[in-house]
Nanobody, 124 residues
Framework: QEQLVESGGGLVQAGGSLRLSCAAS????????MGWFRQAPGKEREFVAG????????DYADSVKGRFTISRDNAKNTVYLQMNSLKPEDTAIYYC?????????????????WGKGTLVTVSS
């Protein structure tokens, strides 16, 4: 059964760093495009970063460019989100996503699989 499990969230001071991990299980997900989304209290879920499987193409939301880096280890079926220079406005639940189509991951609509999320809190 395909499953995405996030980890690495927590409380950090502004300017600090965290690394999120998303472990994918299930044979279907081994060649899927992956991505990270987040949802802050009272706001809609938004795209943060995405990475394709075959070419390793990456995309980022403007709000995190230069601060966040997405990567994947295909041998471990794991995708990472390195978050540096964190700001209070980065506080949110971060969700991992997977889909056979990279464009679907980037658009965030109709994504096949979602994790349950991990909470990131950045204090000022």
């Amino acid at each position: 059964q395909e499953q995405l499990v996030e980890s690495g969230g927590g409380l950090v001071q502004a300017g600090g760093s965290l690394r999120l991990s998303c472990a994918a299980s299930g044979r279907t997900l081994t060649t899927y495009a992956m991505g990270w989304f987040r949802q802050a209290p009272g706001k809609e879920r938004e795209f943060v970063a995405g990475i394709s499987f075959f070419s390793g193409t990456t995309d980022y939301a403007d709000s995190v460019k230069g601060r966040f880096t997405i990567s994947r280890d295909n041998a471990k079926n794991t995708v990472y989100l390195q978050m540096n220079s964190l700001k209070p406005e980065d506080t949110a639940i971060y969700y991992c996503a997977a889909d056979a189509s990279y464009s679907t991951v980037v658009q965030g609509r109709g994504v096949d699989y979602w994790g349950k999320g991990t909470l990131v809190t950045v204090s000022s």
